[in-house]
């Protein structure tokens, strides 16, 4: 089930919010592990039980390596088994067709069959999850879940369950068991829910249909412009769509009383790829440093020890996103970036105006992009073709011009709904004194009344409604 | 970790609580209109009863999927057959079986309470985002209008199925030509002459009062296909697009603004070019009495746009003296209707209004009948006009009727059975026939694979 639908909204969370108000504490986290399990198994019945399986085998490793705290030797072998067990799982499902397709193409003659499983969706956000309790317990960074049901609500918890944030198990702790539901959490939380909600639907979905039709255009038919204006739609529609599940997920866990960490931060008004990376996906990043980068060593074992952490880390967060060979480019792209920009590049773009800094910040992001959308290397590189002037249609066709001037409000709205202002705005004006801050406290629920029927009008009358992360 | 400073991102939350729990009355009713607005919705999602069918979107709405363990346990069992089965055989399937989620989103949509409000409200927030489009229905000047009328699909080289493209539609505009051709050769042999004219679609007499921008050349590259293949093949035409097309720019009302179809004076335009070229003289448009036959008329663009900006339709009926002393005749296998006059009132009730001229009482297809006959009482020589045509042609054979007797097919049910026996050559050839006109708008002409039938 995703957030984003009539049936979750109208279906799915009147029953969870009832009951989950109306039944006591203790029964509470039970709650949560069975409908979220209701959430999970609405699409995707059989791979359920792989879920319950990586939660079993998480909660035993916790345990024993919590049993074993006094003898480190113990206690590694069961986290070693759990990482095994872990990837075993989400490498056989996401990389296995990747892996041996790439055999097959480099050994003609060989016979090993493809499987084609389709992916269980959310694997890759939920084995991480799973993975950092054991990692947190091991280094006694959390304490150890004796509830299993508390566990498994805590793997399970469907606001970040299929598209992140990735909650680190040390951050929900101790308001797995204990956590105080509250109005101003619960309204903060519809606030946060239907701002991504209205991100999702009105914003993303929109200029994701935008996107699609510059992309959908032959090669040849193309302009400049429209190979220009396309990748910007895509970029936008990235951004809007993933935040906005973030977005959905913060607010539903603050009506549960979770606080839940934000997971993005404007990225794209970054003056660096380096501040990029510290606004995008933050709870992925985070991640990848506190379990591969710091255990690496970090930037403190000596230059090139550095340089090749940064490269095996973002080798796997492009692997993490797909198992495609566009997503490894584009980690070992990022990768590359970053490790120049530590080298030198930061200081020198230290130097130049902020202009220019965002204009080579968002260059950089946009042609990630390209890398990242076209699962197909060769048609991305057609499309690039087509951004100078190659094999296109000139710099602009009538019926191009027309499809980009008509969205080119949209996306200034958009584009301004990048950037903080409109937080800004919200928050000077929430909290102004006299006439003023009173009445705009008071306009709040209305406006988000409006989006939130906005967002239901385009739900009920929309055919394109897509989930861009059954790669992940 | 812990000697690093606190995160931003943990900042940021600490920030926002801090600030939410400064506005207290606020935030009570926040957390009190989601609530409500969830809880009541959903209720009322399953207390409305289902509709089967919508009339302002002109389709079958999805019902109640079945709910029951049987079915839970037998799609387990297919997830669970599909896991085991090859490579190729999970490619085969991909994407054909209509899953329980998939089946209960499309439910709630379709459903849900209010749908047609939630589709406006859709529809002006597109155009609040200057859009200029709804669901890809251009808004301008009050008129929706649908830019994009190729349906269909066809077979490339290697025999994948894709949506057919404006190269397939001008083929085909030159196909449709081939075969008028053809009709006209075989005919033209006997004395019986035939005429073609082709109603622009409401795109195309709109040319001129398109946003600046919008590229026209792809419509005019059908009609030059048409002119061009036309004149080159000799075959009779009558010109009905510039002259409708001139008075829209004179802004008299000759389009529905809701609907694809011409209105009933756009019509008369049509026929008066029409008849002049048959060689006989229009009736004066003050001879008409105009009746309102609705004012509440939302038509096929309306149910894709879901908005209409500037109201519903008002459709009209040019009525002339005498003309309850014809009789419609329209026989559909074993159901006959028939009426004196044209119009069938019963559909005005309906949301398919525009099915009033020469409307079946049962035959659903919208008026498209396959046959039908138009006949003046007691005057049992008139000349015969064959008519072969899509439905614009509906609300123009009520002015030719004035002059001649009428069979009037439709290529497109033409389906042989007890009443329709005949070729349309045979018909051609019966007595007091020396006319055939073939009367399509752009869209059909471009799109339609049955006018073959005519040679037939």
């Known amino acids: 089930m995703v957030f984003s639908s009539l049936e979750f909204l109208f279906l799915y969370l009147a029953i969870t919010l009832a009951v989950y108000f109306l039944v006591p504490r203790k029964l509470k986290n039970i709650w949560l592990l069975i409908i979220s399990l209701v959430f999970y198994g609405w699409g995707e019945r059989v791979y359920t039980a792989l879920m319950v399986f990586t939660i079993i085998v998480d909660y035993v490793c916790g345990y024993f390596v919590d049993k074993y705290r006094e003898n480190r030797k113990k206690a590694k072998t069961v986290l070693v088994i759990s990482v095994i067990i872990n990837l075993a799982i989400l490498g056989f499902f996401k990389y296995y067709d990747f892996i041996v397709g790439s055999i097959l193409n480099l050994i003609p003659g060989v016979n090993i069959p493809l499987l084609g499983l389709k992916l269980p969706i959310g694997i890759s956000f939920y084995t991480f999850q799973a993975l950092s309790y054991v990692i947190d317990v091991y280094r006694g960074d959390a304490n150890v879940q004796k509830k299993i049901t508390s566990f498994g609500a805590y793997v399970t918890l469907f606001p970040q369950l299929i598209a992140g944030p990735i909650v680190r198990y040390k951050d929900v702790d101790d308001q797995l068991n204990e956590r105080l539901e509250s109005v101003d959490m619960f309204a903060s939380g519809v606030r946060t829910f239907t701002a991504g909600l209205a991100k999702k639907i009105v914003f993303a979905n929109a200029i994701g249909e935008v996107w699609y039709y510059f992309r959908d255009l032959p090669t040849d038919e193309r302009s400049v412009l429209a190979a220009w204006f396309g990748i910007i739609c895509y970029s936008l529609q990235l951004y809007f769509d993933f935040s906005a599940y973030s977005d959905m997920a913060i607010g539903l866990g603050k009506m549960l009383g979770f606080r839940f960490l934000e997971n993005f931060n404007y990225p794209y008004i970054s003056k660096s790829i380096t501040e990029f990376w510290r606004r995008w996906h933050m709870s992925l990043s985070t991640w990848f440093r506190d379990n591969v980068y710091f255990p690496l060593g970090g930037s403190r074992k000596g230059k090139f020890k550095t340089y090749r952490n940064l490269l095996i880390v973002w080798l796997l967060t492009g692997i993490w996103h797909g198992a495609y060979w566009n997503y490894i480019l584009w980690g070992v792209y990022y990768g590359i970036i970053l490790m120049l920009e530590k080298g030198f590049l930061l200081k020198l773009l230290e130097k130049i105006p902020s202009f220019f800094r965002h204009i080579y910040t968002l260059l950089i992001v946009i042609f990630g992009w390209l890398l990242f959308v076209f699962e197909d290397i060769g048609a991305g590189f057609e499309y690039a073709k087509n951004m100078f002037g190659v094999n296109g249609s000139g710099l602009l066709t009538a019926s191009d011009a027309y499809e980009i001037t008509r969205n080119l409000v949209f996306v200034a709205i958009l584009c301004i709904a990048c950037t903080p202002l409109p937080k800004k705005l919200f928050y000077k004006l929430y909290f102004s004194e006299g006439k003023l801050g009173t009445v705009y406290r008071y306009a709040v629920p209305v406006v988000a009344l409006a989006f939130l029927t906005v967002s239901i009008a385009y739900l009920v009358d929309s055919s394109f409604n897509p989930f861009l992360y059954f790669r992940f | 970790m812990s000697e690093m400073k606190k995160p931003e991102a943990e900042i940021l939350l600490d920030k926002q609580l801090e600030l939410a729990s400064k506005a207290k009355k606020s935030n009570i009713i926040t957390a009190a209109i989601f609530l409500v607005l969830i809880f009541a919705v959903s209720v009322a999602f399953w207390i409305v009863p289902d509709n089967e069918y919508s009339g302002e979107e002109k389709r079958s709405l999805k019902q109640l999927p079945e709910i029951s363990f049987e079915r839970f346990v037998s799609d387990l069992k297919q997830d669970c057959k599909e896991i085991f089965m090859t490579y190729d055989e999970k490619q085969a399937l991909k994407d054909q079986r209509e899953d329980f989620a998939d089946e209960i989103a499309e439910y709630y949509a379709d459903q849900f309470p209010a749908r047609n409000a939630m589709r406006a409200i859709k529809g002006y927030t597109e155009m609040l985002l200057c859009k200029g489009e709804s669901n890809g229905i251009i808004i301008t000047n009050g008129m929706l209008i649908n830019p994009d009328t190729i349906t269909g699909t066809a077979k490339d080289e290697d025999g994948n199925v894709r949506d057919r493209n404006e190269e397939d539609a001008i083929k085909n505009i030159t196909k449709n030509i081939g075969y008028i051709n053809y009709l006209s050769k075989m005919l033209g042999t006997s004395g019986v002459e035939v005429y073609t004219a ?259």
């Open chain 2, 198 to 456: 082709l109603a622009g679609r409401t795109v195309d007499v709109n040319r001129d009062i398109l946003p600046s921008l919008y590229p026209s050349d792809v419509n005019d590259a059908f009609w030059n296909a048409y002119t061009e293949g036309a004149s080159k093949a000799g075959i009779n035409t009558v010109d009905i697009l510039s002259p409708l097309r001139n008075h829209v720019n004179d802004g008299e009302y000759v389009y529905y603004k809701t609907d694809h179809h011409w209105t009933t004076l756009g019509a008369y335009y049509a026929y008066c070019e029409i008849i002049n070229s048959l060689g006989e003289e229009p009736l004066p448009i003050d001879s008409f009495t105009k009746e309102i036959a609705s004012e509440d008329f939302l038509g096929t663009v309306y149910a894709k746009s879901g908005i209409a900006p500037s109201g519903a339709d008002t459709i009209t009926f040019f009525r002339f003296e005498n003309d309850e002393q014809f009789t419609t005749t329209i026989p559909v296998g074993e159901e006959v209707t028939e009426y004196k006059g044209f119009y069938n009132k019963k559909y005005l009730e309906d949301a398919d209004k525009y099915s009033a001229f020469l409307g079946h009482d049962n035959f659903t297809f919208g008026g498209n009948n396959p046959l039908t006959l138009i006949t003046k009482d007691g005057d049992e020589n008139r000349e015969k006009l064959v008519l072969i045509k899509d439905s614009f042609a509906h609300s123009l054979a009520p002015f030719l009727a004035y002059h001649y007797d009428l069979i009037i097919l439709d290529m497109r049910y033409y389906i042989p059975d007890g009443n329709i026996n005949k070729t349309v050559m045979q018909y051609a050839s019966e007595e007091n026939v020396s006319k055939v006109l073939i009367l399509y708008n752009m869209e059909t002409f471009m799109n339609d694979e049955y006018l073959m039938r005519i040679i037939g």
